[in-house]
């Protein structure tokens, strides 16, 4: 093994600075940044590994049975045994994987019968999969916003949202987080003629806030636009039919694309676009993160169509993690605890931190109680904020949240944050 | 407006977030010389958006790293 991996991010001795022309110098500032925080002797919170995971909430992680509060497992899929059994059949009849894109060898009936399931799901006209999330977005937005076009999006839209921007050729306008003025001014500056893309979020994964998408929906119909909403974080749990925040506010009917994930209530991996364009399916052509990747396994399509299908019957599970997130945002409340959000909006609670340092001896604390939480920390969170994002789950039980309230409170006496 | 009256016009609308005081000049540069990170940047950038009636788009903003270019684009984006 190379001295390499042992120390892969040790500090530059000045006797092997590099010459000039190095590519990686320009990492050394988080290179330092992550070398102090561990030379604090912290356990390093982006380096763990589950050894064994026993349930949707429950892992060994370093030894130690440990309760799963940090992922996006929201509806408890991954172990349901239908799910199980549907991913065994496909790996027996059909392979472990296509070998190929969805437009050319990659497109199996159990493909067709996973986009069949959104249509259903979603009572929409057209579906589309994609290979993850990721390039859903990256792919729906770079596609339909081109050359003099223009994409008005929240400022703290995911990654995913970003980089599809910036694959693209239209022009980019963010507006401040959740201000529907702020982007009916900049709807309203927009030139005359031009093609429209709004591109909003139902729950923001950092905080766990829901976006006011019936105003900023309404106000981006009133200037022409089409709307884009990445209901990632809210299918399976938020909304009557758990179609998402869209459709508890009423408006899913306005909004022209929809973007969600497998890899979080559906329990796999895997993206999709819906809608009800009458021009839709012209995407499997011009799409490029479509066309130009593998199309997802077998074993997958048939995991991901299988939960889809029982997610439309999961009201009871829906209300039983309303409950769940409810007691745990009033309980860290209670402790005084400062959260992201001032009540309950999904089944992400955000536990704001005082500075990266705290959060994460924090986050030590909870896993030596036997708690896996997030660390999030800029630049993936918003104004520069250290987060322990807690995301609750469907399986945990009522027992299980009142425990991990305890570690909560135990865990944020000793690092002294409250 | 002319181009001395929009730098003024910016100039007062930079002061909040000019929080070093900063001596600027047409080489001023935003990222090195008054240190703006990308919140402070929205949030000035919404700020001369307003007052001018103008987008100034994450592209257009790809290309304006000095005091001097941001004059220049606001005085060409508000004279269409």
């Known amino acids: 093994m190379s001295e390499g991996i042992d120390q892969p991010d040790a500090p530059l001795q000045a006797d092997q600075v590099p010459t000039a022309g190095d590519l990686f110098s320009k990492f050394d500032a988080l290179i330092k940044q992550r070398t102090d925080l561990l ?46 059994q549907a991913g065994k059949d496909a790996l027996d009849n059909f392979g472990s994987g296509t070998t190929g894109s969805r437009v050319l060898n990659g497109t199996y009936v159990g493909h067709k019968a996973c986009e069949d399931a959104l249509k259903e799901f979603y009572a929409m006209d057209h579906a589309m999969v994609f ?21 008005v999006l929240d400022i703290d839209s995911h990654a995913s949202i970003w980089d599809g921007c910036a694959l693209g050729n239209a022009e980019v306008v963010p507006f401040k987080h959740n201000d529907v003025e702020a982007m ?50 809210s299918m399976g749990f938020i909304g009557e039919h758990g179609r998402g925040v869209a459709e508890a506010q009423g408006v899913l009917d ?27 399916e012209i995407m499997r052509l011009v799409c490029r993160p479509y066309v130009f990747t593998a199309s997802l396994p077998p074993s997958v399509v048939a995991t991901a169509a299988t939960s889809i299908r029982k997610l439309m019957h999961g009201s009871n599970k829906r209300a039983h993690l309303w409950e769940n997130s409810k007691r745990l945002h009033g309980g860290l409340t209670e402790f005084g605890f400062t959260l992201g959000t001032s009540e309950s909006q999904s089944a992400i609670v955000a536990v704001i931190m005082p500075d990266l340092e705290r959060g994460a001896a924090m986050w030590e604390a909870l896993l030596h109680e036997g708690l896996y939480v997030n660390l999030a920390r800029p630049p993936a969170t918003p104004a520069g904020m250290t987060l322990l994002r807690c995301s609750l789950c469907a399986e945990h039980s009522a027992d299980e949240v009142e425990t991990i309230l305890g570690m909560f409170e135990r865990a944020g006496k000793a690092v002294g944050i409250i | 407006m002319d181009r001395a009256e929009v730098d003024e016009r910016i100039r007062s609308l930079i002061e909040p977030f000019n929080k ?22 929205m949030d000035f950038v919404a700020a ?33």
């Not at chain 1, 859903?136 to 596609?143: D, E, K, P, R, V």
């Not at chain 1, 973007?259 to 009458?278: A, D, E, L, Q, W």
């Open chain 1, 184 to 233: 009916d001014k900049r709807l309203g500056r927009i030139p005359e003629g031009a093609g429209k893309l709004v591109v909003l979020e139902g729950v923001y994964s950092m905080l766990g806030d829901i976006a006011p998408l019936k105003e900023m929906i309404a106000v981006a119909k009133k200037h022409g636009a089409m709307v884009l909403v990445d209901e990632a974080h």
């Open chain 1, 131 to 151: 290979s993850t999330g990721y390039q859903a977005n990256l792919g729906i937005i770079s596609t339909i916003a081109g050359k003099g076009d223009y994409i």
């Open chain 2, 48 to 80: 001369i958006e307003d007052e001018f009636d103008i987008i100034i788009s994450m592209n257009q903003q790809a290309e304006i790293e000095t005091w001097g270019q941001l004059v220049d684009a606001v005085c060409k984006l508000q004279a269409r």
């Open chain 1, 254 to 280: 306005d909004v022209d694309f929809v973007i969600g994930t497998f890899s979080k209530s559906v329990g796999t991996v895997g993206g999709f676009c819906v809608s009800n364009h009458p021009k839709f």
């Open chain 2, 20 to 41: 070093k005081g900063v001596a600027i000049e047409d080489g001023t540069t935003f990222a090195g010389d008054l240190e703006f990170d990308s919140l402070t940047v």
């Open chain 1, 39 to 84: 030379a604090s002797g912290v356990t390093d919170p982006f380096s763990l590994v589950m050894e064994k995971v026993l349930s949707p909430t429950r892992a060994i992680c370093n030894g130690r049975d440990t309760i799963l509060l940090g992922t996006y497992n929201y509806m408890g899929m991954t172990f349901d045994p239908d799910v199980i």
